[in-house]
């Protein structure tokens, strides 16, 4: 029982460390032509982004939008009225913010 | 006198021939921050010298796997319906090439492109003899990795074990030579640097060469994998280097001929500024 827990917190301190060193957050946005704007996300060692938080944002900073990366790390939105900015919000040191005007 | 002429001429053709053909899979940059419209030129040639290009025939396949993150299944995309005929000028001559203009749909997503080209053997005529090139280029959109490292399942194939988009000058490529998804014990390896930089516009090499090889062994490096059909090489420079493992596949005849089934992979390096 003491090693299954020893393992378990080993499990857990590697498991945090990976995360917080070794991967580097990645999302890209692009407009899909028809109103809508695709999401993808990933990391930099090729594990998923599924469930990252994505939150679209006014330039004055208020939420316009929010929801999460599908299984296959998507995420798709209605383009809002005038600039914005979408955040991919996967924890501490790993947001990453993409301007509308960025998005093509 | 006459004696040192014909030594001379000698000298001077033999290596030539000795010169290793490889099948490039060009475009300028295969580690991109976005995808977008891409322009491939495909073009059987001498890397290293600039030197004769030969008439592709007709490309039996040429395709896309693209993968996102380690989890799914590659996206196959044909690209032959995108193959328009080019000519494309070596030093020496101008040769039957192709090329595909992309649309930005085909290279938008983020993740990793295994790009395949299959061309028809080639009839070497001096050899009396076939080579077929089946040739892999990898590109990254966004950093986010997929399936560089997985087997396509070609019947003659370079499987890397680094990044070919991912190397900095003076770096280490390492790859595994596969026959039928077998490794190819002790196989062959050719290795050429692309010497004189295509132009995309153009259709050509550009004359001045970057690197002079101070002796032929130089120009086309010879190497040979270990018994695993595993390899390693230096990236001395940066640019462009090809690596081509000799007869990996396993069909040794084409219409009553010898065939060599090779496999090239194409890794570029970086400058580390």
């Given at each position: 029982?003491?090693?299954?827990?020893?393992?378990?917190?080993?499990?857990?301190?590697?498991?945090?460390?990976?995360?917080?060193?070794?991967?580097?957050?990645?999302?890209s946005c692009?407009?899909?032509?028809?109103?809508?704007?695709?999401?993808?996300?990933?990391?930099?060692?090729?594990?998923?982004?599924?469930?990252?938080?994505?939150?679209?944002?006014?330039?004055?900073?208020?939420?316009?939008?929010?929801?999460?990366?599908?299984?296959?790390?998507e995420f798709?939105?209605?383009?809002?009225?005038?600039?914005?900015?979408?955040?991919?919000?996967?924890?501490?040191?790993?947001?990453?913010?993409?301007?509308?005007?960025?998005?093509? | 006198?006459?004696?040192?002429?014909?030594?001379?001429?000698?000298?001077?053709?033999?290596?030539?021939?000795?010169?290793?053909?490889?099948?490039?899979?060009?475009?300028?940059?295969?580690?991109?921050?976005?995808?977008?419209?891409?322009?491939?030129?495909?073009?059987?040639?001498?890397?290293?010298?600039?030197?004769?290009?030969?008439?592709?025939?007709?490309?039996?396949?040429?395709?896309?796997?693209?993968?996102?993150?380690?989890e799914g299944?590659?996206?196959?995309?044909?690209?032959?319906?995108?193959?328009?005929?080019?000519?494309?000028?070596?030093?020496?001559?101008?040769?039957?090439?192709?090329?595909?203009?992309?649309?930005?749909?085909?290279?938008?997503?983020?993740?990793?492109?295994?790009?395949?080209?299959?061309?028809?053997?080639?009839?070497?005529?001096?050899?009396?003899?076939?080579?077929?090139?089946?040739?892999?280029?990898?590109?990254?959109?966004?950093?986010?990795?997929?399936?560089?490292?997985?087997?396509?399942?070609?019947?003659?194939?370079?499987?890397?074990?680094?990044?070919?988009?991912?190397?900095?000058?003076?770096?280490?490529?390492?790859?595994?030579?596969?026959?039928?998804?077998?490794?190819?014990?002790?196989?062959?390896?050719?290795?050429?640097?692309?010497?004189?930089?295509?132009?995309?516009?153009?259709?050509?090499?550009?004359?001045?060469?970057?690197?002079?090889?101070?002796?032929?062994?130089?120009?086309?490096?010879?190497?040979?994998?270990?018994?695993?059909?595993?390899?390693?090489?230096?990236?001395?420079?940066?640019?462009?280097?090809?690596?081509?493992?000799?007869?990996?596949?396993?069909?040794?005849?084409?219409?009553?001929?010898?065939?060599?089934?090779?496999?090239?992979?194409?890794?570029?390096?970086?400058?580390?500024?």
């Amino acid at each position: 029982m003491r090693s299954l827990f020893f393992c378990s917190a080993l499990a857990a301190v590697l498991l945090t460390a990976s995360l917080a060193m070794a991967h580097t957050p990645l999302c890209s946005c692009f407009d899909n032509g028809d109103g809508t704007v695709l999401c993808e996300g990933g990391f930099s060692d090729g594990s998923s982004a599924s469930g990252v938080k994505m939150y679209v944002k006014s330039a004055a900073g208020a939420t316009l939008l929010e929801g999460k990366m599908s299984d296959v790390s998507e995420f798709t939105f209605t383009k809002p009225q005038g600039d914005y900015v979408v955040q991919f919000d996967a924890g501490e040191g790993h947001l990453i913010e993409i301007k509308s005007k960025d998005i093509k | 006198m006459r004696k040192l002429l014909l030594a001379l001429m000698l000298a001077l053709v033999f290596p030539a021939a000795a010169k290793a053909h490889f099948q490039m899979l060009y475009t300028p940059e295969i580690a991109l921050s976005e995808g977008g419209e891409m322009v491939v030129k495909l073009v059987f040639t001498h890397p290293f010298e600039a030197g004769h290009t030969m008439d592709m025939g007709p490309v039996q396949e040429f395709y896309v796997l693209q993968q996102r993150g380690s989890e799914g299944e590659p996206k196959k995309t044909d690209l032959k319906p995108f193959l328009k005929e080019i000519t494309w000028k070596s030093l020496t001559n101008s040769g039957k090439a192709y090329e595909a203009v992309l649309p930005k749909t085909v290279v938008r997503s983020m993740g990793d492109y295994v790009f395949v080209v299959v061309p028809s053997p080639y009839l070497e005529k001096e050899e009396d003899a076939y080579i077929q090139q089946i040739t892999k280029l990898v590109v990254n959109v966004g950093g986010v990795p997929g399936n560089w490292s997985a087997p396509v399942g070609l019947p003659a194939e370079i499987v890397p074990f680094d990044k070919p988009y991912a190397n900095w000058e003076g770096g280490v490529f390492r790859g595994r030579v596969l026959s039928e998804g077998k490794p190819v014990e002790n196989a062959e390896l050719e290795i050429e640097y692309l010497n004189h930089m295509p132009d995309m516009k153009a259709n050509a090499f550009a004359e001045k060469a970057a690197a002079t090889a101070p002796h032929d062994s130089m120009v086309t490096m010879g190497a040979l994998a270990n018994a695993q059909g595993e390899f390693a090489i230096g990236l001395a420079k940066a640019g462009w280097w090809g690596v081509c493992a000799l007869g990996a596949g396993p069909q040794k005849e084409f219409q009553g001929k010898e065939l060599s089934q090779d496999a090239v992979i194409w890794v570029k390096a970086v400058e580390m500024k």
